[in-house]
Every structure is written in structure tokens, then in C-alpha cells.
């Protein structure tokens, strides 16, 4: 079983639509959450950091459930901009923090 | 800007042939991984480094080996390449155990 769990999707949303994306853990040594954007044939670049307080950033919010072990990425607003792969990452503390990537959300936007 | 560099965009290498691609990056960070991205698997963490001359595996370590001789440059060695090898292979370095900055990626084809 994976240890970050995402749903592939794709979610095919209207211009201006909400969308949540879900991603799971598995390792309650989890330490840290982010959220990386990935554009088709493109590199990974984060998108936000999770904090445990939760975040917001203009129209994207990202919550951090430790209780259940999930991380949640809230679109408002979704423009046709939007449309990619969203990745969450957790690092998971061992040794050392180790970067587990989910296998990604693909979003798309449709006018 | 950060800036992540590998060697080659694409390369195209025969059964058995040793192969070597090459990250450097450009702004001192002391942590540089090693990831394959495939359709449907996502990012798999294949070897990270958190200093010069030192190295960890990560989930996928089989068939590879990395070598870490400078603080900028990370190298991903595959001994003898195999066809389950073609992958895209992302190099990627972080100054911490936050944000990871990645290259363009290298598309690998063994035929």
C-alpha cells in the first residue's frame, strides 16, 4: 500500500467552479505536508506548504487533518489557468525527513 | 531564482550500456534527490543526498547508484541499463526540509 494516497481523477470542472482535492497518509510520523503544482510535460514547482493551522493563498486553501491523517487543497474560483497535475508531498521522518510523493491529481478547467 | 540543472533533455541508450546523468544546481543547498516519474506511479524517490559524498536510498534504489563529489552536483549512475529503465528522471534539491526545487527533467529511453 502506498503511503500517500491521491485520486488520480481527472477532475473536469467549469471556469469559476470550487474543487477539494483529498490526500492521505499512512505514517503518523509524518512531519511536514506540501502541495506542488505540475504543468504537462513540465517539473514539479510547490504550490503551498500545509500547516497544521491551515493556509490560505488567494484562491487556494490547504488544511492539514493530523487526526485523520489527510491533507485537502480547496480551489475557488477555478480558472482555465488552473488545469494540471496537483502532487502532495509528505515528508516522513526517519533517519533523516524523507519526501514521499502521492502519484497526483490531474485537474482540468473548461471554459 | 533557483536554478536546477540535469545534462540532457532527452537521451536514447542501448540494453547494457552504463549511463550517467548529471544535476547541478546553482544555490548552495545541501539536500539533492534522485525521482522517476511514470504513468500512474508518480514520483518514486530512487537515492537523496544530505551532503557532500553522503547518500541514502529511497523506495527504488535497484539498478542505480549516485555519486555526490561536490556540494552542487548530484550524479545518477545506472550501471547497466534495462528497458524498465526508460523512465523521466527529475533531479531536485532543497536548502531544508521544505520546498524542493527541480530540474526540467531528463527523458530516458532504453532500447
Known amino acids: 500500500r502506498k503511503e500517500v494516497e491521491q485520486d488520480p481523477g481527472p477532475f473536469n470542472v467549469p471556469e469559476g467552479a470550487t474543487v477539494a482535492f483529498n490526500c492521505t497518509y499512512s505514517n503518523s510520523a509524518s512531519q511536514s505536508f506540501f502541495w506542488y503544482r505540475q504543468d504537462c510535460r513540465k517539473e514539479p514547482k510547490l504550490l503551498m506548504s500545509v500547516y497544521s493551522s491551515g493556509n490560505e493563498d488567494g484562491r487556494f486553501t490547504a488544511q492539514l487533518n493530523r487526526a485523520s491523517q489527510y491533507i485537502s487543497l480547496l480551489i475557488r474560483d477555478s480558472k482555465l489557468s488552473d488545469s494540471a497535475t496537483y502532487l502532495c508531498?509528505?515528508?516522513?521522518?526517519?533517519?533523516?525527513?524523507?519526501?514521499?510523493f502521492g502519484r497526483g491529481t490531474s485537474l482540468i478547467v473548461h471554459p | 531564482d533557483v536554478k536546477v540543472t540535469q545534462s540532457s533533455r532527452y537521451l536514447v541508450k542501448r540494453t547494457g550500456e552504463k549511463v550517467f546523468l548529471e544535476c547541478v544546481q546553482d544555490m548552495d543547498h545541501e539536500n539533492m534527490f534522485w525521482y522517476r516519474q511514470d504513468p500512474g506511479l508518480g514520483l518514486r524517490l530512487i537515492y537523496f543526498?544530505?551532503?557532500?559524498?553522503?547518500?541514502e536510498k529511497g523506495d527504488i534504489p535497484e539498478g542505480y547508484s549516485v555519486s555526490r563529489e561536490k556540494k552542487e552536483r548530484f550524479s545518477l549512475i545506472l550501471e547497466s541499463a534495462s528497458t524498465n529503465q526508460t523512465s523521466m528522471y527529475l533531479c531536485?534539491?532543497?536548502?531544508?526540509?521544505?520546498?524542493?526545487?527541480f530540474g526540467p527533467g531528463t527523458r530516458l529511453t532504453v532500447t
Open positions: 543526498s544530505y551532503d557532500v559524498k553522503m547518500k
Open positions: 531536485a534539491s532543497s536548502l531544508n526540509i521544505y520546498e524542493q526545487y
Open positions: 508531498v509528505v515528508n516522513i521522518q526517519g533517519g533523516s525527513y524523507i519526501p514521499t
